[in-house]
């Protein structure tokens, strides 16, 4: 299974060890092979805020899993432009990424210009492509408290496929192995961080209805937010095509 920074979907489970019976690995097993949806959609608000200011857009998110375990995700905009940013998934080497600009012209988000940021937010194209955890190779720093939870502290570096961050370090809720952050490190020093809030049960998932992507330095950041959600819908496989996009 992989696990999605921008669409981590993940279930409560009644597992209770001790931490110096799990490495690393086996921490972030038990917090990928948590449920997830088949489908998913959503409409999305993006708070931007820069320099004093708030920028607001809005998208739609959908999201369908797909066999070989792999998924793929459409994000397409309402407000204020008509960009849609399309990532189908791999198991085993860099997702594919297409950008269709609202003047109709689609391009490719080549792998090594993933460290752009999206729609001038903080977030980057690598921020939205998938987790897989066997590319990355894991280490069990210790425990730490996030978003007002006692958590397994695990790093991450990834072996296979571009690297943008030099390390992530998550933190992985030890009631129910769910990621509530993640820090990104980038040129050897710390970034920015991803925090997971207000986390609500839908269809017997927990669901992060608000994300925040925020500069280590504290002089920007990024929310999203969820306005509706819905699980399990069917979706037509072809709206995930590229072609689609045109």
């Known amino acids: ?139 069990l720093l210790g425990e730490g408290t996030a978003v007002d939870a006692d958590c397994y502290k695990v790093q991450g570096v990834k072996k296979v496929g571009e690297k943008i961050y030099d390390k992530v370090i998550f933190y992985v809720r030890k009631s129910d192995y769910f990621v509530v952050r993640v820090d990104m490190y980038k040129d050897g020093e710390f970034h920015k961080f991803l925090e997971n809030h207000d986390v609500k049960e839908v269809d017997g998932i927990l669901t992060p209805f608000k994300m925040k992507m925020e500069l280590a330095d504290g002089n920007g950041k990024t929310e999203l937010i969820l306005k509706g959600l819905k699980y399990n819908d069917d979706i037509d496989s072809a709206t995930f095509r590229k072609e689609a996009l045109r």
């Open 1 to 139: 299974m992989k696990m999605r920074f921008l669409f981590v979907c993940l279930l409560i489970l009644g597992l209770c060890q001790p931490v110096d019976a799990l490495t690393g690995r086996e921490i972030m097993e038990k917090s990928d092979a948590l449920a997830q949806p088949d489908t998913a959609k959503s409409k999305v608000l993006m708070l931007i805020h820069k320099g004093g200011r708030v920028q607001e857009k809005e998208f739609l998110l959908m999201m369908k899993q797909f066999e070989n375990d792999e998924d793929k995700a459409l994000i397409k905009f309402i407000t204020p432009t008509q960009i849609q940013l399309l990532t189908h998934s791999h198991k085993g080497r860099d997702d594919d990424q297409w950008l269709a600009l609202s003047s109709g012209k689609v391009k490719r988000i080549v792998s090594s210009g993933r460290d752009k940021p999206f729609v001038n937010s903080h977030f980057y194209y690598e921020d939205l492509t998938s987790i897989d955890i066997d590319d990355y190779e894991h280490t």
